[in-house]
């Protein structure tokens, strides 16, 4: 059974950082691009950065670029969002994801997996 479990949210002031993790099981995801999400109360779930497990090539959304750091850690099967510079707007539900094939990374529905959310909360 294929699990994604992500941990790190919590409540920061803005300028903090936060790294939050996403532990994956049930699956060999070499083959697998990763996905970090987000969904912010009456919004939309957006895309937020992606990375391919094989070569560890990297994708962001404009709005978090130079501030947020995608990375895989092979030993422990765990993918990281290392968040900086944080800002009240990226208070959302982040949430991890998996994906096999050639899709788009920035779209949710290419993703096959879903992790069940971590709330990031960040007050001005």
């Known amino acids: 059974q294929v699990q994604l479990v992500e941990s790190g949210g919590g409540l920061v002031q803005a300028g903090g950082s936060l790294r939050l993790s996403c532990a994956t099981s049930?699956?060999?995801?070499?083959?697998?691009?990763m996905g970090w999400f987000r969904q912010a109360p009456g919004k939309e779930r957006e895309f937020v950065a992606a990375?391919?497990?094989?070569?560890?090539?990297?994708y962001y959304a404009n709005s978090v670029k130079g501030r947020f750091t995608i990375s895989i850690e092979n030993a422990k099967n765990t993918v990281y969002l290392e968040m900086n510079s944080l800002k009240p707007e990226d208070t959302a539900v982040y949430y991890c994801?998996?994906?096999?094939?050639?899709?788009?990374?920035?779209?949710?529905?290419?993703?096959?997996?879903w992790g069940q959310g971590t709330q990031v909360t960040v007050s001005s």
């Open positions: 049930g699956r060999t995801f070499s083959r697998y691009a």
């Open positions: 990375i391919t497990w094989s070569v560890g090539r990297t």
């Open positions: 994801a998996a994906r096999s094939g050639g899709r788009s990374y920035y779209t949710d529905e290419s993703y096959d997996y």
